[in-house]
């Protein structure tokens, strides 16, 4: 189990810093669409389909880059890998949290109140990337005219992390009652 928590440990640290340099990179595209708008477009033009974490686009409007939708969207994926690398971050945490490695572990339980949350945080956090395509989705389709496709399968991930968020909560409540007894 604790070989698991190392390797856990480290495959989540090092996912959280891609994300987070997959939303810097999302951020550094969206600022050289307004610089560079021509040679993004050049770019744009060989990729056409841009995808992350169920939320698709198209660039192409009628043989064209349509600028617009595509900042949108990269708005879309800074906002999407941001989430998914506080996932990362939580995970990592509570594998930590568990082993008792962390400043505000109460010892090497799965059952702790930082844990609850941080599971809970986990499942907000899933819930919100499909929230973040929904909303992308809108805006290119009300603004730019541009359909989007959206994977809505984050919510039932999300759903479930609630759930066992919830069955934690209820298992740091035995704990604490058989510590109290004890």
């Known amino acids: 189990m604790k070989h698991l928590d190392k390797i856990v440990s480290i495959v989540a640290k090092v996912l959280e810093v891609l994300h987070w340099l997959g939303s810097a990179a999302g951020a550094v595209l969206f600022v050289i669409s307004f610089i560079n708008p021509l040679g993004l477009t050049q770019w744009l033009n060989a990729a056409q389909t841009f995808t992350c974490y169920g939320?698709?686009?198209n660039t192409m409007v009628n043989g064209?880059?349509?600028?617009g939708?595509?900042?949108t969207a990269f708005i879309g994926f800074l906002l999407v890998f941001a989430l998914m690398a506080m996932v990362f971050r939580n995970l990592y945490l509570?594998?930590?949290?568990?082993?008792g490695k962390t400043w505000f572990s109460e010892g090497e339980t799965p059952f702790q109140h930082n844990i609850v949350r941080m599971v809970r945080e986990i499942g907000i956090f899933l819930i919100s990337i499909p929230a973040v395509?929904?909303?992308?989705a809108a805006i290119t389709r009300l603004c730019f005219g541009i359909e989007m496709v959206n994977d809505l399968s984050g919510l039932l991930i999300g759903l479930?992390?609630?759930y066992l968020s919830q069955i934690f909560a209820r298992g740091t409540q035995l704990q604490n009652d058989v510590d109290g007894l004890l």
Do not use: N
């Open 94 to 99: 509570i594998a930590k949290t568990a082993r």
């Open 55 to 57: 939320i698709e686009i």
């Open 64 to 67: 064209s880059v349509h600028m």
């Open 133 to 136: 395509g929904l909303v992308v």
């Open 160 to 162: 479930v992390m609630l």
């Open 69 to 71: 939708a595509v900042r």
